[in-house]
T-cell receptor
Framework: KAGVTQTPRYLIKTRGQQVTLSCSPISGHRSVSWYQQTPGQGLQFLFEYFSETQRNKGNFPGRFSGRQFSNSRSEMNVSTLELGDSALYLC?????????????FGSGTQLSVL | KQEVTQIPAALSVPEGENLVLNCSFTDSAIYNLQWFRQDPGKGLTSLLLIQSSQREQTSGRLNASLDKSSGRSTLYIAASQPGDSATYLCAVRSGGSYIPTFGRGTSLIVHP
């Protein structure tokens, strides 16, 4: 069974640009969540989607948005990039959205903003 | 607000040693706790998931315990190997939205 797939693996952008990251969950998984990882803040929750609906949202500005498609694939968009957005962006999938779900992570997208 | 602390931040041990990694959380009303390992620049690999009703979980050389009343979990690694070198993170699900809160991790180096 294929794992969680994130594309692209690396991205270099300049300030002010926007970026879209993609995440394909494990087959059969319907929940996708996104996280930002930086040396300064550690791993922080961005948002979670289940059945094309946003279920939870972390404490990030509105420049960070996401969506989920009917096949459970998810995209995350960051508009008007800032230097501080440089980070490893991780997505995780789980069978469903709930308290007891096990998270499976992808390899991440390393975003550098210049 | 849930806070998760992992001590020590870094650990260096010789191969073959048994070791314990710690994870502490402030709100004991958790749903579950999950241990991960992360290799440099990579994603997280799930190691063990302990539900709130469980006391421990085992997988191979790994054993994770959970004591909700004291707000602690430990990850025991037996007979450590150089391939165990990685950062180990714990994540706790709690609160009405069950959003996971992660610790900052323990960076482990096992030298031959």
């Amino acid at each position: 069974k294929a794992g969680v797939t994130q594309t692209p693996r690396y991205l270099i952008k300049t300030r002010g640009q926007q970026v879209t990251l993609s995440c394909s969950p494990i087959s059969g998984h319907r929940s996708v969540s996104w996280y930002q990882q930086t040396p300064g803040q550690g791993l922080q929750f961005l948002f979670e989607y289940f059945s094309e609906t946003q279920r939870n949202k972390g404490n990030f500005p509105g420049r960070f948005s996401g969506r989920q498609f009917s096949n459970s694939r998810s995209e995350m968009n960051v508009s008007t990039l800032e230097l501080g957005d440089s980070a490893l962006y991780l997505c995780a999938s789980s069978l469903a959205s709930g308290t007891n779900e096990k998270l499976f992570f992808g390899s991440g997208t390393q975003l550098s903003v210049l | 607000k849930q806070e998760v602390t992992q001590i020590p931040a870094a650990l260096s041990v010789p191969e073959g040693e048994n070791l314990v990694l710690n994870c502490s959380f402030t709100d004991s009303a958790i749903y579950n706790l999950q241990w991960f390992r992360q290799d440099p620049g990579k994603g997280l690999t799930s190691l063990l998931l302990i539900q709130s009703s469980q006391r421990e979980q085992t997988s191979g050389r790994l054993n994770a315990s959970l004591d909700k009343s004291s707000g602690r979990s430990t990850l025991y690694i037996a007979a450590s190997q150089p391939g165990d070198s990685a950062t180990y993170l714990c994540a706790v699900r709690s609160g009405g939205s069950y959003i996971p809160t992660f610790g900052r991790g323990t960076s482990l180096i096992v030298h031959p």
